[in-house]
């Protein structure tokens, strides 16, 4: 059974050539658990730079988070600490493969309301680009 919630995503993207890049992003989603896994979905605007086309699925399986991108924007990326995982990108002007790695993956959720903390590297062909934090807050709507 699907409820709907409150998501604040806050978030942080530090290249290290300049002052860290800050964005706050709150809207309504769904909520939904399914064998065990939690999920949540909400859909991007011209906010995100994603376009209002483009639903994010979050997915949590126990310490392991996906997000997902599907519409004119469409993506996946796995954050699990201490691993690296290459992920697709999509964007506009053309998609590409990034490394992700996740230095710290903090889930803390329960039935359906919690805070979801990741700080993670990107890498371009094996090279740093980024150092970012994202905060999901999840409340009941």
């Given at each position: ?26 809207t309504t989603g769904n909520y939904y658990e399914k064998n065990?896994k939690h999920y949540i979905t909400y859909k991007e605007t ?56 996740s230095e710290c993956v903090d889930v803390n959720m329960k ?31």
């Amino acid at each position: 059974m699907s409820k709907e919630v409150i998501i604040s995503i806050e978030g942080k993207q530090n290249s290290g050539t300049e002052a860290a890049d800050k964005t706050l992003f709150v809207t309504t989603g769904n909520y939904y658990e399914k064998n065990g896994k939690h999920y949540i979905t909400y859909k991007e605007t011209e906010i995100t730079g994603f376009g209002s086309n483009t639903t994010t699925t979050v997915k949590v399986d126990g310490s392991v988070v996906t997000m997902m991108r599907f519409g004119d924007n469409n993506s996946q990326l796995v954050f699990e600490q201490g691993r690296k995982h290459i992920g697709y990108y999509e964007t506009p002007f053309g998609g590409f493969t990034v490394g992700i790695l996740s230095e710290c993956v903090d889930v803390n959720m329960k039935e359906g309301v919690g805070d979801i903390n990741i700080r993670y590297q990107v890498e371009i062909n094996n090279t740093p680009q980024s150092l970012n934090d994202i905060h999901l807050r999840i409340r009941e709507a």
